[in-house]
T-cell receptor, first 109, second 113 residues
Framework: QQPVQSPQAVILREGEDAVINCSSS?????VHWYRQKHGEAPVFLMI?????EQKGHEKISASFNEKKQQSSLYLTASQLSYSGTYFC??????????FGQGTRLTINP | NAGVTQTPKFRVLKTGQSMTLLCAQD?????MYWYRQDPGMGLRLIHY???????AKGEVPDGYNVSRLKKQNFLLGLESAAPSQTSVYFC????????????FGDGTRLSIL
């Protein structure tokens, strides 16, 4: 039931782009994206609901393909502050979120 | 507005001891969750609650019990701690519908010796 994230880790230079993918074998009601800095709590980024919508937050956007049960997070012109571990959380019903194993993103100057 | 508060922040236990982790939220959220986070494993759901007086099992419930006697509080208990329960525990809450985010507490770092 745990969604699968890819890649597991990414290293970028500041200004480069990144894509993080999240796939589930189960039908999804929604997909949530969070970012966690080392030693801190996960922080909410965005939610995507059924309908294939794409949402954006400054230079971070995401898409949700309901038919494929996949979501992708796009980070454009990455900044040092984007470093951290990104988690997707999938809602498969029953009011609970199941999280992927995380993707560690490192941004170097 | 404190959000989600976890108590304690750190704790060291000996194998076989018991303890209770407290999660309190002041946002009038219906849903509350307990996760554990281990290196490379992401956030794994232990137990959750969709309202006062209700609880349900998550992915890794064995060795843990929970109670939601009051809407604002969600307690996680370890009856007989084991070294495998060494982890960082996060509590989260949310309003109660699919389009609402989860708000996380700062975590409790628990070591079982």
């Amino acid at each position: 039931q745990q969604p699968v994230q890819s890649p597991q880790a990414v290293i970028l230079r500041e200004g480069e782009d990144a894509v993080i993918n999240c796939s589930s074998s189960k039908a999804l009601y929604s997909v949530h994206w969070y970012r966690q800095k080392h030693g801190e709590a996960p922080v909410f980024l965005m939610i995507l609901l059924k309908g294939g919508e794409q949402k954006g937050h400054e230079k971070i956007s995401a898409s949700f393909n309901e038919k494929k049960q996949q979501s992708s997070l796009y980070l454009t012109a990455s900044q040092l502050s984007y470093s951290g571990t990104y988690f997707c959380g999938t809602e498969q019903g029953a009011q609970k979120l199941v999280f992927g194993q995380g993707t560690r993103l490192t941004i170097n100057p | 507005n404190a959000g989600v508060t976890q108590t304690p922040k750190f704790r060291v236990l000996k194998t076989g001891q018991s303890m209770t982790l407290l999660c309190a939220q002041d946002m009038n959220h219906e849903y509350m969750y307990w996760y554990r986070q281990d290196p490379g494993m992401g956030l794994r759901l232990i137990h959750y609650s969709v309202g006062e007086g209700t609880t349900a099992k998550g992915e890794v419930p064995d060795g843990y019990n929970v109670s939601r006697l009051k809407k604002q509080n969600f307690l996680l208990g370890l009856e007989s701690a084991a070294p495998s329960q060494t982890s960082v525990y996060f509590c989260a809450s949310r309003l109660g519908t699919s389009n609402q985010p989860q708000h996380f507490g700062d975590g409790t770092r628990l070591s079982i010796l």
